[in-house]
């Protein structure tokens, strides 16, 4: 009996060391919860997550900002490296991978200990004290079934990084598109009230000279440059608005001045809905991660079909036995116990009631996986319709309405300084063209955007569309 009590202190000493608890097959050692993480833990543990992702690291460090202006794409890179979205995306995907190793594994072994406070009498002695160890063995197909399910898990997380970081770069093109637009239009109202100056030269010429024009004429045109002037601080705010959302987007502090090198630019582009409707089907992310949902589901079925098959638990149990016994035979031979023991699955009804609610789930995820399918052809078509409407007033502004407004304006000023053109008429031309160049910057704008949404919507990173 005292061997027997030195084995079990023994094991249990061996099972704490220092603190810890010891896995004996796996050598590893895990401490003792000590609280809430500190600061100087979480970044331990960042920091070797992050060693994992080289290739975003290296990123990283060529992407930091310089004085220098910069490109889209170069922003796109940045935010793709820096934006916390980004790394909760990828640290799913980690935290995922982990619950693999959860479930292929057996369940803890329980020890268990009895004291009797009235001995048993036996012939060979009395019994006291008893210590068993229970393991139990779950179905091998079960735990590697829930292996599978969770790949399919790391999977859709996977796809989930890939879809936060289209949807990033979409947003961080959108609002650079949209500064430059605000930037373009301070530009236009800038070069358009040089143009209100000189109208202005006319206006104070004829009244001060010829004395053809009222002095309302004067007053009216000092509005419009006052007007003018609002405009331009309505336009500098907006500018800030944007360049904020930008840098947000780029993780950086909202007073970071961001210089992009690209301008407004408006290429004609033809596209072939079919092949764009193939690359979604593809590329897609989302799509991705409803099909390894479907997979997961397929397994699903599987695991829950294995509920018919009874898990296994085999006992060691030791009991104690005193040489002390009452029979003139008594040895004090310690007993040794060895028991085996398996569940029944017998209620039938209960387990095909679980099978078919995972074909029913199944069922659905592939009925959801064909209605995503449906929306992103819908996305695509849209999109393709957008463009090519904004590619065609683009093209009459530019060719056929700004430049008849630009001549038109030119002959109201002579007109005007002729007598043959009253105030009004010159005001209303010269916002004419004020209100048709912005707007055709606002289309420049909206093309590029819209265009950034169709490399979104098939699921592409980079921006060039072939």
């Known amino acids: ?10 094991t249990l000493t061996s099972l704490w060391v220092g603190g810890s608890w010891v896995d004996p097959v796996l050598g590893c050692t895990q401490r003792e919860s000590l609280g809430p993480a500190q600061p100087s833990q979480i970044h331990t543990v960042a920091t070797g997550l992050e060693k994992r992702q080289s290739n975003q690291e290296d990123v990283f460090a060529s992407s930091q900002l310089t004085p220098n202006d910069r490109s889209i794409e170069d922003y796109v890179q940045i935010g793709l490296a820096g934006n916390p979205a980004v790394a909760e995306a990828r640290y799913q995907i980690e935290a995922t991978r982990q619950r693999i190793a959860q479930v292929r594994s057996l369940p803890d072994p329980m020890v268990s200990t009895n004291t ?3 001995p048993v009498q036996t012939a060979a002695g009395e019994q006291t004290f008893s210590l068993g160890v229970n393991q139990k063995f779950t179905n091998a197909d079960r735990r590697s079934t829930q292996a599978e399910m969770i790949q399919e898990e790391v999977a859709a997380a996977s796809a989930n990084l890939a879809q936060v970081q289209i949807e990033l770069a979409e947003s961080i093109r959108s609002a650079c598109y949209q500064l430059l637009f605000i930037r373009k239009s301070i530009q236009i109202v800038v070069e358009d009230q040089k143009t209100l100056a000189q109208i202005e030269e006319v206006i ?4 001060e000279v010829k004395q053809s024009v009222s002095q309302q004429d004067v007053l009216n045109v000092q509005v419009e440059q006052s007007s ?10 907006q500018g800030i608005t944007y360049q904020t959302r930008l840098a947000r987007l780029l993780h950086l502090a909202p007073n970071t001045h961001l210089q992009i090198s690209d301008t407004l630019e408006q290429n004609s582009r033809q596209f072939s809905v079919e092949q764009l409707l193939e690359q979604a089907a593809m590329l897609r992310p989302d799509l991705h991660m409803q099909l390894a949902a479907i997979n997961r589901n397929r397994k699903s079925v599987h695991l829950a079909e294995l509920a018919g098959k009874p898990d296994f638990t085999v006992g060691l149990n030791w009991i104690a036995t005193s040489s002390n016994g009452i029979s003139p035979v008594r040895n004090g031979d310690d007993a040794l116990v060895l028991g085996i023991g398996f569940n029944l699955p017998i209620y039938k009804n209960r387990i095909q009631a679980g099978v078919c609610e995972a074909q029913a789930n199944l069922r659905a995820a592939e009925n959801r996986y064909a209605s995503m399918q449906d929306k992103a052809a819908e996305e695509v078509f849209n999109l393709t319709a957008q463009i090519e409407s904004t590619q065609s007033t683009l093209g009459l502004l530019q060719q056929d309405i700004i430049p008849k407004a630009e001549r038109t304006l030119d002959l109201t000023i002579t007109g005007y300084s002729d007598g043959k053109i009253t105030f009004v008429q010159l005001m209303e031309n010269w916002r004419a063209v004020l209100k048709y160049r912005v707007a055709q910057a606002n289309l420049q704008s909206q093309y590029n955007q819209q265009l950034s949404s169709l490399v979104r919507s098939i699921g592409q990173l980079q921006a060039d569309l072939k």
């Open 204 to 207: 104070l010429r004829q009244y």
């Open 116 to 118: 009797f406070f009235a």
């Open 228 to 237: 003018i002037e609002n405009q331009l601080t309505q336009l500098r705010q």
């Open 1 to 10: 009996m005292k061997l027997l009590n030195g084995i079990a202190l023994a």
